[in-house]
């Protein structure tokens, strides 16, 4: 790949006292989703045992959890599920991956046009002109837009492909009506079973929701969702254009290679901040009552509290989280700027 091929999608002739024009407002969407499916591909697996620590059943002092950690939990997945169980649940999130991000940088570049202040938008396109704190400040509400455009979306998906990630971890079944059990429910009723842990199909999951609690079962969660990403997504595009400023001012790096090693900070910033609340989250969206937790995190955050678990718990699932998140990021990142120098130059 050219060394220039990244990182000139929006350059134009910078006019002091002129907004910078922006890019088709289609091809950020489309190029979103070119992004978000490179970054499902690399980092799914990671994903899976993040879900898996962040949720696998509570032990008293002194047991032994199921998981000891990121490796004990990415070995035993391999062993017991082979690769097909580090990719269970993709496809929801590939299903879902060019709308997801597609509104995600759509997000962000319509909040480039509201928010950005010509100095913003030049501070952006323009290297040699540091960022000022009212620019970062601008580029945050920029990436708060993308985040609270992808969320609703986003919420549902991982709805799914959590339960799916979880299923074998959780012994959950369904009957030959549909229904979703698991555990010693599940025994009880082993001559209706259907399906096993290991064999639930994504139509049999997204069924089998609808019909423990219809819409609002399916869409469990999705307000933690909003709140997680209208936050994370804030820290993740800030991080992005100043660590790909400071890069590439250094010269100690190609276009390319800054776009990557920016990308990748970019996914580690949103997760340290986001963790927290997603751990809540996925404890929330892999519950299979419909009546448990019914102030959605707040709920499980007390129910954690009253267990005594320490607050370092809400940070179960950083590690795999954080590399995860690098790699996809910066596919994610080098997607984007590739389709979008591929798209404006045929504009040219």
């Known amino acids: 790949m050219p060394d220039d091929i990244v990182g000139t999608a929006a350059e134009v002739v910078l006019d002091d006292n002129a907004p910078e024009p922006s890019p088709p407002m289609a091809y950020r969407f489309l190029a979103g989703g070119v992004g978000g499916g490179w970054s499902v591909v690399v980092g799914h697996p990671m994903d899976t045992i993040k879900v898996k620590l962040q949720t696998q059943r509570r032990v008293a002092i002194g ?19 082979g690769v097909r169980g580090l990719y269970r649940g993709v496809t929801m999130p590939l299903i879902g991956t060019v709308p997801v991000f597609a509104m995600c940088f759509f997000g962000y570049g319509l909040g480039q046009d509201l928010f950005f202040s010509p100095s913003t938008g030049r501070a952006v396109k323009n290297v040699e002109q540091p960022f000022t704190s009212r620019n970062l400040i601008e580029i945050a509400q ?15 998906l991982e709805r799914t492909k959590c339960m799916l990630q979880v299923a074998n ?4 079944y369904f009957t030959q009506s549909g229904e979703l059990v698991k555990g010693a429910k599940a025994s ?10 290991k064999n639930i199909t994504l139509r049999e999951m997204c069924v089998g929701l609808y019909k423990q609690g219809g819409v609002r079962s399916l869409c469990r969660g999705v307000p933690a969702t909003l ?8 820290f993740y595009f800030v991080a992005y254009e100043v660590v790909k400023k400071e890069l590439t001012n250094s010269g100690l790096v190609n276009p390319t290679v800054a776009t990557l090693l920016a990308g990748g900070m970019a996914g580690v910033a949103n997760w340290l901040v986001a963790i927290p609340v997603d751990t809540l989250k996925s404890n929330l969206q892999v519950s299979t009552s419909p009546t448990a937790y019914p102030q959605g995190i707040r709920s499980v955050f007390k129910e954690m509290r009253a267990n005594g678990e320490p607050l370092r718990n809400l940070y179960r699932g950083l590690t795999p989280a954080l590399l995860r998140a690098f790699p996809s990021n910066a596919a994610c990142f080098l997607g984007f700027e590739w389709t979008m120098s591929m798209l404006m130059g045929e504009k040219k």
Request: negative net charge; proline residues 5%; aromatic residues 6%.
């Open 63 to 81: 047991e032994v959890p199921l998981y000891t950690g990121t490796w004990d939990c990415t070995r035993k997945t391999f062993v017991t599920e």
């Open 142 to 156: 920029g990436g708060a837009l993308a985040g609270l455009a992808m969320a609703p979306i986003i919420g549902v």
């Open 188 to 197: 009880a009723l082993a001559g209706e079973i259907a399906s096993t842990p």
């Open 169 to 172: 971890q959780e012994k959950m």
């Open 227 to 234: 709140g997680r990403d209208t936050v994370a997504t804030a």
